[in-house]
């Protein structure tokens, strides 16, 4: 069993584990330690298997279902994805940091430029939520879940263009949005 198993195991048997926890009882990354407990709440089960030479070949349950409704053969489906290069044998994947394509840092920096600092953006928006719902509960006022949670999606909106980039169109698109499917669930057209 490969440590990503063994990790996932553990999340199976324990499901409200701590990832910094488990990531350090098993030495290997928060990132790929975050992944795993993904799997194993959304109920990707992954199966390995071996390929015609022996080697060992992982893919998912939804991958083999999704062969099977093609009326491909498993070892069909692996060989095809081996030579497609969709598909890698284990022994050549790197099972240690799970790496992204994505540098976080540099996507965070990227949307610090649009938003402003995170915790400035935070912490006004937790004020002024804070603000909204002490005001409704003082006045006795209730909400339907899409009502609260578009009044608390457009505070996000708005603290992000008064801490960030004010024209940045998609603010603004988003306000309108969210505000709409409000008004149109009013009006008797959900969506």
Known sequence: MNKSDKIREYFRKYPSAEVAKVAAKFQAPKPMTYKLRKQVIDGTQLITTPASNGRKVTVTDTQLAVAKKMGVRPEDFIREGLKLGVLQYDDERDFTGEAEDTNIDQTLDE????????????????????????????????????????????????????????????????????AKLVADRLQGNAR
């Open 111 to 178: 949307r610090a430029k649009d938003y402003g600092r995170f915790k400035d953006s935070a912490a006004l928006m937790q004020g002024i939520k804070r603000l909204l719902a002490d005001h409704a509960r003082r006045h006795d006022k209730t909400f339907a879940d899409d009502q609260w949670e578009a009044l608390e999606m457009i505070v996000h909106k708005m603290a992000r263009i008064v801490n960030g980039n004010p024209d940045k169109v998609d603010h603004w698109v988003d306000i309108a949005g969210y």
